[in-house]
């Protein structure tokens, strides 16, 4: 029979996936001979046997549950329920990662009219034994019968203020009976049944509570956002209380090993006097600083010191730990790894390996990836930050902190930056890649609408850009070119606003910035983290300015190069609505003609700067409406510039305008139907590479077909391809070897990728497209109804920010063993937004890619998650 309950004694720290973080360090606690409140865990399978029965506790694990209480009580020597005697407990949520917050404590169960009574006989302390069952009335109220909060604090506060006590501590006995007839009142109104009497019934209800919690809201938004599996289900431990309530002697802290802001080595922490559980977080008096715990109780300071040091070298890592101080005497109530932030990990990791505390291995586990980003962007200065009040809140669709003056149009942005403003946030509903030169001038962009994924959010974190997207609480007026915030107040162009990408918050003012500093633990980490992966880490760059950022991040390449944002520059544009209009083919030609030799020129440009490392470019690939206006006026615009008819236009646009253009008539098709768009785009990356080799380089360029779905297709394209690269070749009198290869991106092309090898010598797995195709849903769409998805647990996570192993991953899989097949040195890459995630990094590793590519900005988290990956653990290792 499966063993659902351990007593601390019976566990320690590598049990976390049963008893959860907080059970398994209390057990190790236990086991290292430290002052730990006698206790047990009921395991996290008892939790997911809690589900899988219909939410209910199976009796044999009541059973065993009753077991280990007794003997807890015989321990301890005190007994649950008994007046004379009085066993309390705490009931402590703890998953296997730490979720701080998420989930719910009960301290001072087992306590009831009698049990009061007795306990204040006892102690002599009728003060401490209400300000106790006062609590404990208060969470058991909100935790298992949820009855809210809010309203006991009313009645504490009415209770305060009738005594003129300032503080909780200056209420008095008499004070504090008053206090609990109250609450009981309370909860009898809310519920119609008097509070509950029973300590064994107050314990399984306890419990049970504790399982649900795992799967309120906050616990399951926080689950998303940090990649905790559903499944894991949460451990609840059962310990005895120790009370820092009971006077001037007594008290309850916090405390790190190192400071986690900056990771400073120096013992950092709080502590309040006179108080309880989660006293000195909520704020309700100042707290002291654990410099002054040295002060008030030299001892236990000390002995505090030694254990916070003995808990560090053991876990050799940061502690953050939570003590309870009973009359003098010190009890040990929790360790972690403590949580920190970027620069604080850096230093730390760095750190422990100078001291001999940590491997270089090590050390890199204990850095988040994502963490990573904080670090590469601008950040408000912190004082400022706190001080303001966000306007609107919208999603953090690419991190980093921006001020500027608000634009409505691209254009405009462009023109007030042309004019000297280099401090410039576009606001728009949305984007479209006609924006893509304002949206590079500006230092944030702000969208109404559209997920983490749309065309704002993907091409901001690109550049690296600040965005906030989808942003419902702002109404915005385009035409008229204002927007109101939340509050109704209204910003006009050249209005100053904040933005804050990393957390989603608008703010109506102007708020300082201060720029990264790379600091020498930065350097150090990624160059240990270089030694160690075996995947490659390119980048997804389409100029030579993206290309020198990336390479300043440590990119070996350019795994994905969009030929067509060239086209969207405003000196291309012309040229390619040209080429699009063009009725025949010879019009057509020669609009090509004069594109070619720009296309030519960023093709050097991107070669020199990329220095010999490996360039992927990718042919034209969007439909091609995108590169037309489509509001009449600016039709009607364009036809006088091209000196065309305003209806021949028109019904140019029109003729484009496809159902779902996603689908239509884009990538590869392209080139079939137009070949000397292939063509034109061959001669200029090969002749760039001539012209690059000459000077002394050595680039291999690798032409990518994107949106193949089958192979004869392939190999259309692919012979214009060959036939224009080795006539070029040829005619220059020079070696030059070139790639062809294709994006691996529509599903068919995934399951016949033995075929499509014979005609390709590399794949790139385009993850966007593939993730799209293969759900069957948009990423542009997708925000509407996830949200419910994740509600009803269909989904745990956006598919297009995370991948999808089981599926997507599977056809990934799939793709890859046939390739091999066919051509057992094929080289095999991802370039979609995933190539940026740590979870998806490690899939890539195990399944044994030669590259992943992501945008600049994301290079270094790549960087870190593939040594991860290789270190083993992968992305999921460090929490
Ligand atoms: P969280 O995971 O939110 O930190 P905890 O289970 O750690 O919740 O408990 C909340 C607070 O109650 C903490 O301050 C903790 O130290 C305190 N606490 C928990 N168990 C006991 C106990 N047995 N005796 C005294 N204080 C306790
Ligand atoms: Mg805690
Ligand atoms: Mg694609």
Not at 693 to 713: A, C, R, Y
Not at 825 to 846: R, V
């Amino acid at each position: 029979m499966a063993k659902y309950v351990y007593l601390f004694s019976e566990g320690n720290a590598s049990m976390k996936n049963l008893l959860g973080g907080k059970g398994a360090n209390l057990a190790e606690m236990t086991g290292l001979g430290l002052p730990v409140p006698r206790g047990f865990t009921v395991t996290t399978e008892a939790c997911t046997r809690y589900y899988n029965d219909g939410k209910v506790i199976a009796d044999e694990i009541e059973k065993e549950i009753s077991e280990m209480m007794e003997k807890t009580e015989n321990l301890v020597g005190k007994k649950f329920g008994d007046p004379k005697n009085p066993f309390l407990v705490s009931v402590r949520s703890g998953a296997r990662a730490s979720m701080p917050g998420m989930m719910d404590t009960i301290l001072n169960l087992g306590l009831n009219d009698t049990v009061v009574e007795g306990l204040s006989e006892l102690t002599g302390n009728e003060r401490f034994a209400f300000d106790s069952y006062r609590r404990f009335i208060q969470m058991f109220s909100d935790v298992v019968m949820e009855v809210e909060k809010s309203k006991f604090e009313k009645i504490l506060h009415g209770v305060k203020e009738e005594n003129g006590a300032k503080f909780d501590t200056d209420l008095t006995a008499l004070n504090l009976r008053e206090v609990v007839k109250r609450y009981k009142e309370l909860f009898k109104q809310e519920k119609g049944f008097d509070f509950p009497q029973e300590p064994k019934a107050q314990l399984m209800e306890a419990v049970k509570a504790v399982f649900r919690s795992w799967d309120n809201p906050r616990a399951i938004v926080y689950r998303r956002l940090n990649d905790i599996p559903g499944d894991w289900g949460t451990a609840v431990n059962v310990q005895e209380m120790v009370y820092g309530n009971m006077g001037n002697d007594s008290g309850t802290g916090v405390a790190f090993t190192r400071n986690p802001s900056t990771g400073e080595k120096k013992l950092y922490g709080e502590f309040l006097m006179n108080a309880q559980g989660e006293d000195v977080v909520a704020g309700i008096r100042t707290p002291q600083s654990i410099e002054q715990l040295r002060e008030i109780n030299p001892e236990v300071y000390n002995q505090f010191a030694d254990i916070a040091e003995k808990l560090e070298k053991h876990y050799r890592d940061m502690q953050d730990m939570e003590f309870t101080i009973e009359k003098g005497k010190l009890f040990m109530l929790q360790t972690r790894n403590g949580k920190r932030t970027a620069a604080a990990a850096l230093k730390i990791a760095v750190d422990l390996v100078d001291e001999g505390m940590a491997t270089k291995q090590e050390a890199i586990m204990k850095v988040d990836p994502k963490q990573l980003d904080a670090l590469l962007h601008p950040n408000f200065e912190p004082k400022a930050l706190k001080a303001a009040q966000p306007v609107a809140k919208g999603l953090p669709a690419s991190p980093g902190a921006a001020t500027g003056k608000v634009f409505f149009e691209a254009d405009d942005a462009v023109e007030a930056s042309k004019g000297g403003e280099d401090k410039v946030i576009l606001v728009r509903l949305e984007t479209s890649p006609e924006d893509i030169e304002g949206m590079h001038v500006s230092q944030g962009i702000l969208t109404g609408r559209g997920g983490m994924t749309s065309h704002a959010a993907v091409v901001a974190r690109g550049m690296g850009t600040c965005c906030v997207a989808g942003c419902g609480d702002i109404k915005i007026n385009e035409e008229e070119k204002y927007f109101t915030d939340k509050n109704g107040k209204k910003y006009a162009e050249g209005d100053w606003i904040s933005l804050d990408g990393s957390t989603g918050n608008v703010y109506g003012e102007r708020l300082p910035t201060v720029e990264p500093e790379m600091t020498g633990d930065f350097s150090t980490l990624m160059q240990w983290a270089d030694e160690m992966r075996t995947l490659k880490i390119r980048t997804n760059a389409d100029t030579p300015k993206d290309a020198a950022q990336a390479m300043s991040f440590g990119a070996e390449g350019i795994g994905l190069c969009r030929t067509e944002h060239m086209f969207f520059e405003p000196d291309r544009l012309p040229a390619m609505r040209e080429m699009i209009v063009a009725r025949t083919e010879q019009q057509r030609v020669k609009a090509l003609e004069k594109l070619l030799p720009m296309q030519r020129s960023d093709f050097e440009g991107l070669f020199t700067e990329m220095k010999g490392y490996p360039v992927t470019i990718r042919f034209l690939d969007p439909p091609l409406h995108e590169f037309l206006p489509q509001a009449d006026e600016d039709i009607q615009a364009l036809a006088k510039e091209m000196g065309l008819e305003y209806c021949e236009l028109k019904s140019i646009v029109c003729d484009l305008h496809e159902f779902n253009p996603m689908m239509g008539h884009r990538g590869c098709r392209l080139a079939v139907t137009y070949p000397e768009i292939a063509e034109m785009q061959t001669r200029a990356v090969i002749e760039a590479a001539i012209n690059v080799n000459k000077k002394g380089m050595s680039v291999i360029p690798e032409i990518m077909i994107p949106l193949v779905g089958e192979t004869k297709e392939l190999k259309y394209v692919k012979d214009v391809v060959v036939k224009t690269a080795d006539s070029i070749i040829e005619k220059a009198g020079v070696q030059l070897q070139y790639k062809v290869g294709t994006m691996i991106e529509i599903p068919r092309a995934a399951i016949t990728s033995d075929e499509i090898a014979k005609e390709a010598e590399f794949f790139s797995f385009g993850t966007n497209d593939l993730t799209q195709m293969t759900f069957g849903f948009s990423r542009d769409d997708a925000g509407r109804f996830l949200d419910e998805y994740y509600n009803k647990k269909i989904y745990e996570s956006d598919p297009f920010a995370r991948l999808d192993q089981t599926g997507v991953g599977k056809l990934i899989k799939i793709a890859s063993e046939l390739g091999k097949q066919t051509r057992p040195d094929i080289k095999l890459g991802i370039c979609g937004e995933h190539g940026g995630d740590p979870s998806s990094i490690e899939f890539c590793h195990n399944l044994g890619l030669n590259y992943v590519s992501c945008s600049p900005f994301r290079v270094p988290i790549a960087r870190l998650a593939a040594a991860q990956a290789a270190v083993g653990g992968g992305a999921m290792g460090q929490k």
